[in-house]
């Protein structure tokens, strides 16, 4: 095996601001080669993870977050919902197996989750993951307690997004602290399920922001299996509504790090597709990125319609990944 091959094998928690820092800066097509290399390394290059999301329970968040249409703060014209019915769950979930996602991701407008809500979150993880596809939940911050009860219900993964460096955070967030997010990421991990963390670009955060963030993500005790990188959706009524956008290079720059410092990770496109071009996703890809949500809606926002996505695989020759899974239905 050559020699750089085999360092990329090496799985590393001890990365330093100066290291990435100097990885992010090389030349674009350096980096973009690096990046390819490390990826080939421990990935079918051709294979891509495909994840469905549904918003089980859209706004009215007491939380401050000023990117996010949910939060009751921002003057979005979101109407706040119930809790969705289990069933009806479960419904969506058959619906976008059917449609080829081997993963499907329930997200909460919530702070944390209400010990009143338990019960009938442990009956969605359960009916989904009866019909065979890999489960992801994303709540808000959780005690240990709520983090075990949702191991025992066989819960994969759970998202909880650090979504910018830790200097940044009070910038973009008041109710919660950065370390708030890596208490909630730790009991996920010691609990034994999945890690899923990620963040925005085009908060108004630097480019060093985007790179300590991500020292971060790969300096955890354990790379998180899933890392989301999105590009902010600016939506309406929030204060991040005019942001100024994030130049595609640096987008990619950020994906092709992510791939290097955590070479075992599925790193995911998340939002902002639909302001894509076909050949900048294709230039994520190329950069190491090998996992995106499907579907028309990520939780309130639009992503590329189904047949899109379809048409442009099928272009580019990626294949789905599929698990292994029984299908009882
Ligand atoms: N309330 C839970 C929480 O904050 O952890 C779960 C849902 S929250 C909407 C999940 C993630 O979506 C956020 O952490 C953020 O990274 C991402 N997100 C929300 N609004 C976004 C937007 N307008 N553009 C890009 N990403 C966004
Ligand atoms: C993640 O990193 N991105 C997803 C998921 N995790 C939960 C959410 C994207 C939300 C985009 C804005 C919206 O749909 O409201
Ligand atoms: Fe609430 Fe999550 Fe939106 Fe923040 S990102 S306002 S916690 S739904």
């Known amino acids: 095996m050559p020699k750089d091959v085999k360092a990329a094998k090496t799985l590393r928690h001890d990365w330093t601001r100066a290291e990435a820092e100097a990885l992010y800066a090389q030349p674009f097509f350096d980096l973009l080669f690096q990046a390819q290399q490390v990826h080939r390394a421990h990935f079918d290059a051709n294979r ?191 204060p991040l509504a005019k942001a100024r956008p994030v130049d595609p290079f640096d987008f990619v720059r950020v994906i092709a790090l992510a791939r290097i410092m955590m070479p075992e990770s599925h790193v995911r496109l998340s939002a902002g597709r639909t302001g894509m071009s076909d050949e900048m996703q294709a230039m994520c890809f190329l950069a190491g990125a090998n996992s995106l949500f499907m579907g028309d809606t990520l939780l309130t926002a639009p992503n590329p319609e189904e047949d899109k996505d379809m048409q442009l695989f099928a272009r580019l020759g990626l294949q789905p990944e599929t698990v292994e899974t029984s299908r009882p239905e």
């Not at 419904?91 to 993963?103: H, P, Q, V």
Request: hydrophobic share 35%; charged share 25%.
């Open 48 to 238: 891509i993870q495909l994840s469905r999301l549904l918003s089980i329970k859209t706004g009215g968040c007491p939380e401050d977050c000023s990117y996010c249409s949910q939060s009751a703060r921002n003057g979005s014209e979101l109407t706040a919902s119930k809790l969705m019915e289990v069933e009806r769950v479960i419904a969506e979930a058959r619906k976008a197996r059917d449609a080829g996602a081997t993963r499907y991701c329930m997200g909460a407008a919530w702070r944390s989750p209400k010990d009143r809500d338990m019960a009938a979150i442990e009956a969605m993880i359960r009916g989904v993951r009866g019909l065979g596809m890999e489960t992801c939940m994303t709540l808000g911050m959780l005690s240990f307690d709520q983090t075990l009860r949702l191991k025992d219900a066989g819960l994969d993964y759970y998202n909880h997004n650090v979504d910018t460096s830790e200097s940044y955070y009070s910038e973009v967030i008041t109710t919660r602290t950065f370390a708030d997010r890596l208490e909630t990421l730790d009991h996920v991990r010691t609990a034994g399920i999945k890690v899923c963390t990620g963040g925005i670009l085009g908060m108004g955060e630097s480019e060093l922001d985007r790179v300590d963030m991500l020292v971060t993500l790969a300096n955890l005790p354990e790379h998180p299996e899933s890392v989301p990188i999105n590009m902010l959706i600016p939506m309406e009524g929030t």
